[in-house]
């Protein structure tokens, strides 16, 4: 098939990738002159594992190919992919600007039939105003066309994306028309041998569908973290709980490893939009803005260990920080619980010294140059005159650490585990001092 693919950020570069790989014929379009000519040269402007190669591959092959020619792009493919972003305006809801620009875009240049494919995350009823949107430019041209549009919400996880696209456990298609399942059988096809993975439903089902699976998993971290800060307070280990818990097949241990807060570009959005779109509807949704208010507070609890560790006397201390990204195989920082530690520590008036594998560009983006900012090369450089460390991202990189020499490292022997990779006992015993998630160790028992 020819594709076309509206946006060449992380959604939109996977998807085209992956559809190329399987030899379809895939052009990607972008308003940004600079990243389509970076990606016309090779260059990949985001970390996955993977995507560089899988670029570069079929780039080479002739099936993939980046443009900024909006009205060579619209003519290229029968199925037009929309993937641009859809931040999160003030009051919490998605901002469609740049969807519905691109509905505009493909109205103005269409000439035949075309479907439209919402990839984008996007509220309830979008399918509806992007076809209204495709519809007003065509009668601006004096023109009846036919044209579908359909909702193919994405289920990728950063870091795994590949994976995802291409195992994934399903591929949502939310359509009425016969016409539409047969070009979307087509094009997932290849993905779709083993067993059919393909789940076809109403277009407003499938809008919801994104919002409620990533809304479900949020909760399932924000819950685990509210059972942590209980066990904090009872003397128990959240740990045992979560394998307690998680035997249970019914809940599962997918999503229940307490934490110091999810973040990233999907969660907060999305649960945010969520929300918001019930607040429309006149629905209060309580279960989903206290999943948002309890990451909120989560993201706060490393700060907050490390102002019990040092009395709240901060001021003057340097701290090591490891992981900056959200999560690890990502140099994603969007919303990351490291950005609330350190922007907390700075405004004590403590130094920070980090490091993480791929996210130190993307810090240095962010806060430029800082001098209570230094952006280590190896993880432990980070130690030299640090008074603690603080793990903030699970990088396989963070598993192993010789406790004696980090006691020897640290001008004050503090460890703060902001995602439980240790155990507490086996810390201590090399003389530091351990403040976990939930484990029942950093703060004195409510009940005797």
């Avoid at 629905?283 to 948002?292: C, L, N, Q």
């Avoid at 004050?412 to 155990?423: H, K, S, T, W």
Wanted: aromatic residues 8%.
């Amino acid at each position: 098939m020819r594709i076309t693919i509206f946006g060449s950020g992380y959604v939109g570069l996977v998807t085209g990738a992956c559809l190329a790989d399987v030899g379809h014929r895939v052009m990607c379009v972008d308003i940004d002159e600079d990243k389509v000519a970076r990606l016309n040269a090779g260059e990949v402007p985001i970390y996955e594992p993977g995507l560089e190669e899988l670029i570069r591959k079929n780039k080479s092959a002739g099936r993939l190919e980046f443009t900024t020619d909006a009205a060579q792009a619209v003519e290229f493919g029968l199925l037009q992919f929309i993937a641009v972003g859809t931040p999160s305006d003030e009051d919490g809801s998605a901002d469609l600007k740049y969807v519905l620009k691109v509905a505009e875009t493909i109205g103005q240049h269409m000439n035949d039939y075309k479907i439209v494919v919402d990839k984008s995350t996007v509220p309830v009823g979008t399918a509806s105003k992007v076809e209204r949107t495709v519809a007003a430019e065509l009668e601006k041209r004096g023109l009846e066309l036919a044209f579908d549009v359909c909702s193919n919400p994405e289920f990728l996880k950063e870091g795994a994306a590949i994976e995802d696209f291409s195992r994934g456990s399903r591929i949502i298609v939310g359509t009425d028309s016969e016409r539409v399942k047969k070009a979307m059988q087509e094009c997932y096809g290849p993905y779709n041998r083993q067993r059919d993975k393909l789940m076809f439903m109403g277009v407003r089902s499938a809008e919801l569908t994104k919002y409620a699976a990533n809304a479900m998993l949020a909760t399932k971290i924000s819950f685990i973290n509210e059972i942590a800060n209980l066990a904090e307070r009872l003397g128990a280990d959240v740990e045992e709980v979560r394998h307690g818990i998680g035997s249970d097949p019914r809940i599962g241990y997918s999503f229940i490893y307490p934490g110091c807060g999810y973040g990233g570009s999907c969660f907060p959005k999305d649960v945010k939009a969520l929300a918001h779109t019930a607040e429309e509807i006149g629905h209060p949704a309580e279960m989903i803005k206290a999943v948002e208010r309890v990451n909120g507070r989560q993201k706060n609890k490393l700060f907050e260990k490390l102002c019990q560790a040092f009395d709240g006397q901060l001021a003057g201390k340097t701290i090591a920080v490891w992981g900056l990204a959200f999560k690890p195989n990502t140099d994603d920082m969007r919303e990351a619980p490291s950005r609330a530690l350190m922007e907390a520590l700075w405004e004590a008036g403590a130094r920070v010294q980090a490091y993480d594998p791929e996210a130190a560009d993307e810090c240095r983006r962010i806060y430029g140059e800082r001098d209570d900012l230094t952006l280590s090369e190896q993880r432990d450089d980070t130690l030299e005159g640090a008074h603690a460390l603080v793990i903030c991202t699970e990088w396989k990189a963070f598993r192993t650490i010789d406790f004696s020499e980090l006691y020897e490292k640290l001008e004050e022997p503090v460890l703060v585990d902001g995602r439980n990779l240790f155990q507490p006992d086996t810390v201590k015993a090399a003389g530091l001092a351990y403040y976990g998630i939930g484990r029942g160790d950093s703060v004195r028992p409510v009940l005797a």
